[in-house]
């Protein structure tokens, strides 16, 4: 099957996103770390890109916007496979059962479907597909819903969210994800904050933030520096949130998280905040 992270990467950026990761070789940085978060993740498309960013065991989950890893991820980060959209839907059940069997413990709902260029659904037709290809996992995995953006308004972000649980009553989750784009960690954390309160408002024991950055850093070589700030503010506010469990910063890979094989400002920042 071909992956499907080559096709369309992440949030409304995956073009972007497709940097290959250097052959040659960069001296590890040794961080002074806190402690390992359990909550911090990778979203990649390279699997080496993920052990450059876990070379300090930083990292405790990875995903890459497939249903499967593509490969073995460093002892002791969990793969989390993720049902992107209808473009997945014809090898869904012939392939995530023995996922499953292998260890993943959570199934992602859709990819920002409140986006046209993404997985674009309604929340109605997001809630009959979740129900008929994600809800009968239950019992054998915790179940995420659809990752929305932050994007305002009743049909996008927590907006789509609202109408797509009040659509998917019986579809037995307890995960809402939430992908941000932004200026400031201020902007930040009022979204997620807002992203908690609608959790809680439903039942749902945890939220996570499965992809975000700042505006200026969604490049590739973009604003490093400023992501390196934001995240040294950002990190110890998500560890603090009993709320949030987990999060992934966009992106492992070169030009984001990395510089070649080794840690960019910002991932030294993502590991040691």
Same mark, same amino acid.
């Given at each position: 099957?071909?992956?499907?992270?080559?096709?369309?990467?992440?949030?409304?950026?995956?073009?972007?996103?497709?940097?290959?990761?250097?052959?040659?070789?960069?001296?590890?940085?040794?961080?002074?770390?806190?402690?390992?978060?359990?909550?911090?993740?990778?979203?990649?498309?390279?699997?080496?890109?993920?052990?450059?960013?876990?070379?300090?065991?930083?990292?405790? #989950?990875?995903?890459?916007?497939?249903?499967?890893?593509?490969?073995?991820?460093?002892?002791?980060?969990?793969?989390?496979?993720?049902? #992107?959209?209808?473009?997945?839907?014809?090898? #869904?059940?012939?392939?995530?059962?023995?996922?499953? @069997?292998?260890?993943?413990?959570?199934?992602?709902?859709?990819?920002?479907?409140?986006?046209?260029?993404? @997985?674009?659904?309604?929340?109605?037709?997001?809630?009959?597909?979740?129900?008929?290809?994600?809800?009968?996992?239950?019992?054998?995995?915790?179940?995420?819903?659809?990752?929305?953006?932050?994007?305002?308004?009743?049909?996008?972000?927590?907006?789509?969210?609202?109408?797509?649980?009040?659509?998917?009553?019986?579809?037995?989750?307890?995960?809402?994800?939430?992908? #941000?784009?932004?200026?400031?960690?201020?902007?930040?954390?009022?979204?997620?904050?807002?992203?908690?309160?609608?959790?809680?408002?439903?039942?749902?024991?945890?939220?996570?933030?499965?992809?975000?950055?700042?505006?200026?850093?969604?490049?590739?070589?973009?604003?490093?520096?400023?992501?390196?700030?934001?995240?040294?503010?950002?990190?110890?506010?998500?560890?603090?949130?009993?709320?949030?469990?987990?999060?992934?910063?966009?992106?492992?890979?070169?030009?984001?998280?990395?510089?070649?094989?080794?840690?960019?400002?910002?991932?030294?920042?993502?590991?040691?905040?």
């Amino acid at each position: 099957m071909v992956s499907f992270t080559t096709l369309i990467g992440a949030g409304l950026l995956a073009t972007t996103a497709m940097a290959a990761p250097h052959t040659h070789q960069h001296s590890h940085t040794q961080l002074s770390q806190r402690s390992p978060s359990t909550k911090r993740g990778a979203a990649y498309n390279h699997l080496s890109d993920v052990q450059s960013l876990h070379q300090n065991g930083g990292i405790s #989950w990875a995903y890459d916007w497939n249903m499967v890893s593509s490969g073995n991820l460093p002892a002791g980060v969990e793969f989390v496979p993720m049902l #992107w959209g209808s473009k997945m839907f014809g090898d #869904w059940f012939s392939t995530i059962p023995t996922v499953l @069997a292998s260890g993943a413990s959570y199934i992602m709902g859709f990819n920002e479907p409140d986006v046209s260029a993404q @997985a674009s659904m309604t929340p109605a037709d997001a809630a009959d597909s979740y129900a008929k290809y994600i809800t009968p996992f239950s019992g054998q995995a915790k179940l995420v819903t659809p990752a929305v953006s932050n994007a305002g308004g009743p049909n996008m972000g927590l907006g789509w969210m609202r109408q797509f649980l009040d659509a998917c009553t019986h579809c037995s989750m307890s995960v809402l994800a939430v992908h #941000w784009y932004g200026d400031s960690a201020d902007e930040f954390k009022i979204f997620v904050t807002q992203a908690q309160e609608l959790a809680a408002s439903y039942g749902l024991q945890e939220t996570w933030v499965t992809e975000f950055a700042l505006n200026s850093a969604i490049n590739p070589g973009g604003d490093v520096q400023g992501s390196a700030s934001f995240l040294t503010e950002v990190i110890p506010w998500l560890d603090s949130q009993s709320g949030i469990n987990r999060y992934a910063y966009f992106m492992c890979a070169d030009g984001f998280l990395l510089q070649g094989t080794d840690l960019s400002p910002s991932g030294k920042a993502y590991l040691s905040s």
